[in-house]
């Protein structure tokens, strides 16, 4: 584990100015630059999504029970469907958070092994947001960070067992992947490696988790607005108690990613 | 519609041409296409760089008149591989590509241990059958605890996910690695589907070979690295079967049926109308690259091509469906066999060996013990049955 510290770096065109030099002159010589058109390429792009199809398909509802059949009843605006695919992404969306919240506690761990104590407590970020005037969910008291780290975890792990729920209820299955699941774990594939990755540091990770977390209060309030549309408003009541989770854990996670990047430049942390 | 190798001409070479749109077309639906069709198509892309493979190294053993025609072969192979391969998505996560490749191994392997005629070597199959098995366990652990998916999106039922004979017991001296090879009055069947599992077991351990780097996740690495290497047994395990007495020329057709009877079984059975059409095409090609190989073979050894191909049927085909059943038996009787030189023997026979070079790979600790500790497949993934608020 390491500090990023300023070292020899070699990837800009100023480390190796005689041989990028040479390399521009190379250009001006043999191909000399022209007016940039992609124009080709676009086409050709726009050609194949015109031709594809779907990424998949929604599961239909599985053998509806009176609860579900009265759920999906009560569904309108034509959408049942995408509502049940949008619980679908959300659902790998959390399980997959679960995951990347192991993956940063034990960055955090190793960290703190090697440093101590490199982040302060998540009530001192949270005062920070209360007096920009944000309304979140206040932290747990006295909670060290290794803890709240614990209990964001299992925050997700709730909203993921949550949103199975609410699937069943939906009549639809919480262990197919939809296709909006699909595509959302396409896109966490980044995080997932930056996570796990050793040669991050605990802020570069909290940068990949803060990119997480947007996402996911992004997802919840959707979520939300979709199950109204949808006639959901008991579901959408409990989606919100997830949001407002979800929100303290967005405060959270950006005041430590703020207090590393302004006060622990030169440390293993960053 | 019954191939026979002696009369069926397929696709004449100069006619067996694709343009890049031809070979980049739709990918196939995660979600949507059957698990099998995804099975198909990582067998065939498998058995096509085999083939390409088996003719590059053809060519720095032959001069004259057959470097021009495996040169000409070799092109077809090339492009028939990324058409079949690129039919893969890109929403499938290189673990989730891996889950396919296991269930390939174990469906395939296991329904070729039922057709195998010679005892001998359908026990070699079910030897490697229960290790691919074991990885598929692994790897679906690792899928859970990094990814957080479930493997059976991938594999839809068809595979049981369990431990079989575990992965750190894979870990055996190169020499014990070994079968004896079918002779030469074995029967066609023996030949293709030693073929076909040697093609099919390469591809795997030259795709985790190449995607292993790829994770950051340093138990990811090192299981993608111990399995690797495993599969590189594989690769030995069945490679050893091929008759090493066998002409390049002679290789050189069978290779060729083998990807006739394979194609020809994918035909069959294929669901998706578009990859149905393509195994469809594909087969005709490789008519047509039989008929040259035969060819070459009848001119330059002076051989009769029934003399290979008797009269010209196939064997039965590969059943591209679930083998639950009888991989349960193999599980249930036989995970404590071992190997010995090129017998198998049971657990307190293996060769001693074997027992130095694991004891040497294993000092750091076992990545797919680590990876699996504790791992139960759940629907929905592990996380259905931990404890909330623990």
């Not at chain 1, 092994?113 to 920009?132: F, I, M």
């Not at chain 2, 396919?100 to 174990?106: C, D, F, L, R, V």
């Not at chain 2, 008929?291 to 191909?309: H, I, K, N």
Request: glycine residues 8%.
């Amino acid at each position: 584990m390491q500090a990023t510290l300023p070292g020899l770096n070699r990837t800009g065109a100023t480390a190796s100015a005689e041989g990028t030099q040479a390399m521009t002159d190379a250009v001006n010589e043999l191909m000399p630059p022209v007016p940039i058109d992609t124009g080709a390429a676009e086409a050709e792009r726009l050609q194949y999504i015109q031709d594809s199809e779907a990424v998949g398909s929604i599961p239909p509802p599985i053998g509806l029970d009176g609860k579900a059949k009265a759920a999906l009843g009560r569904l309108k605006g034509g959408a049942p469907g995408l509502l049940m695919d949008k619980v679908g992404e959300r659902i790998a969306f959390e399980r997959t958070g679960v995951r990347l919240y192991e993956a940063l506690l034990a960055k955090y761990g190793a960290t703190a092994q090697r440093a101590g104590e490199v982040l302060p407590p998540a009530e001192k970020v949270h005062e920070v947001a209360h007096a920009q005037g944000m309304a979140v969910l206040a932290p747990v008291l006295g909670e060290s960070p290794a803890e709240t780290l614990q209990r964001l975890r299992s925050e997700e792990l709730e909203h993921f067992r949550l949103l199975c729920t609410a699937m069943q209820e939906l009549g639809g299955d919480p262990t197919a992947q939809t296709p909006c699941a699909d595509v959302a774990g396409t896109a966490s594939m980044g995080l997932m490696q930056v996570l796990t990755d050793p040669r991050t540091t605990l802020a570069q990770c909290l940068n990949a988790m803060l990119s997480a977390e947007l996402t996911d209060n992004a997802g919840w309030e959707l979520l939300i607005q979709l199950a109204e549309q949808n006639g959901q408003s008991e579901l959408a009541g409990r989606f919100l108690g997830a949001l407002a989770q979800e929100q303290e854990h967005l405060v959270t996670i950006r005041g430590w990613l703020a207090t590393l990047l302004t006060e622990g430049a030169g440390t293993p942390a960053v | 519609m019954a191939i026979n190798l002696l009369k069926d001409k397929g696709t004449p070479l100069q006619r067996q041409r694709m343009s890049w749109k031809d070979m980049v077309g739709k990918p196939i639906s995660k979600l949507d296409d059957d698990a099998f069709t995804r099975v198909r198509i990582i067998l065939m892309n498998g058995l096509e760089l085999d083939s390409l493979r088996t003719k590059q190294v053809a060519i720095r053993c032959q001069d004259g008149t057959a470097r021009p025609m495996l040169a000409e072969l070799m092109r077809v192979e090339q492009h028939q591989a990324t058409t079949i391969n690129w039919l893969i998505g890109p929403d499938h996560s290189p673990i989730e590509t891996t889950i396919g490749y296991e269930q390939t191994a174990i469906e395939v392997t296991a329904s070729v241990a039922q057709l195998e005629p010679d005892p001998y070597l359908a026990q070699g199959y079910r030897y490697a059958l229960l290790e691919d098995f074991d990885h598929l366990y692994r790897y679906s652990a690792l899928l859970d605890r990094l990814e957080g998916k479930d493997a059976n999106n991938i594999t839809q039922g068809y595979t049981d996910i369990v431990p079989a004979r575990a992965t750190l017991f894979h870990h055996r001296a190169p020499e014990h690695d070994l079968l004896e090879p079918y002779g030469p009055d074995a029967e066609l069947a023996t030949k293709l589907h030693a073929l076909t599992l040697t093609g099919g077991e390469y591809q795997t351990h030259d795709y985790y070979m190449n995607i292993g780097p790829v994770f950051a996740d340093p138990l990811a690495r090192q299981l993608y690295a111990e399995i690797a290497s495993v599969e590189s047994q594989h690769i030995t395990h069945y490679g050893s079967m091929l008759n090493p007495n066998e002409s390049p020329l002679e290789k050189l057709v069978l290779g060729e049926v083998c990807e006739v009877w394979n194609y020809a079984a994918c035909l069959e059975q294929e669901g998706n109308p578009r990859v149905k059409a393509l195994w469809e095409q594909f087969l005709d090609y490789e008519l047509g690259h039989l008929q040259a190989a035969l060819r070459l073979f009848e001119e330059t050894e002076r051989r009769d091509a029934a003399e290979l191909l008797r009269d010209g049927r196939l064997p039965p085909f590969i059943q591209f469906s679930s083998q639950r059943e009888f991989v349960r038996q193999v599980v249930e009787s036989e995970t404590q066999l071992r190997k010995r030189g090129t017998e198998f023997v049971d657990e307190s026979q293996e060769g001693r060996s074997s027992l130095d070079y694991r004891k040497a790979v294993n000092a750091g600790g076992s990545p797919s013990e680590t990876v699996a500790a504790t791992w139960s497949w759940t629907p929905g993934t592990e996380l259905m049955r931990e404890p909330v608020g623990a």
